[in-house]
């Protein structure tokens, strides 16, 4: 009989992957005025540019989705959190438009890949369990907004560059 899905460890596992990437995600919003002032690009350029987070993650989601549904969702996890962690200094620090909208095409990807791969993943820990623990999982992506949104705040409050901040 294979080990449950439903132990200490995983649940903790599930519950950070959560708040790992509402922080990731929100870390972006305080840097979105900086992107501007950048790329010198107006707000209808700048809306067309935040398109291609969405794009990169429905790219990103099916893909992720046929993955994990054969390999397990603990690598995709891992590489959705990675990618997230390495294009956010790309987007402080990108300074023409097309390079902003590549950094945003591969986190709207990694962040795709990290949001269906522990959606699988929680899932089967819920399954696993005798109680509901999926609203508590998604609580904690919205913790997580709050802290990266507030800690990428108090950074450049302090003075550092979004280049900086983000790392």
Do not use: Y
């Amino acid at each position: 009989m294979p080990p449950s899905a439903d132990t200490p460890a995983t649940r903790l596992a599930t519950r950070l992957a959560f708040f790992a990437a509402g922080f990731a995600m929100s870390c972006w919003a305080p840097l979105v005025p900086f992107a501007k002032a950048r790329t010198g690009v107006d707000e209808a350029e700048l809306g067309l540019l935040l398109l291609c987070l969405g794009i990169g993650s429905l790219v990103a989601m099916p893909v992720t989705g046929w993955i994990s549904a054969r390999t397990g969702s603990r690598p995709m996890i891992l590489l959705g959190g990675l990618g997230m962690v390495l294009c956010l200094p790309l987007l402080a620090a990108s300074g023409e438009a097309w390079l902003l909208a590549l950094a945003l095409l591969l986190f709207g990807a990694s962040l795709g890949t990290l949001d269906v791969a522990m959606n699988v993943h929680a899932v089967a820990v819920e399954r696993a369990s005798d109680r509901p623990l999926m609203s508590g999982f998604h609580a904690l992506f919205s913790v997580g907004g709050f802290a990266g949104a507030g800690l990428m705040t108090l950074l450049l409050w302090q003075g550092l560059t979004p280049f900086a901040a983000s790392l």
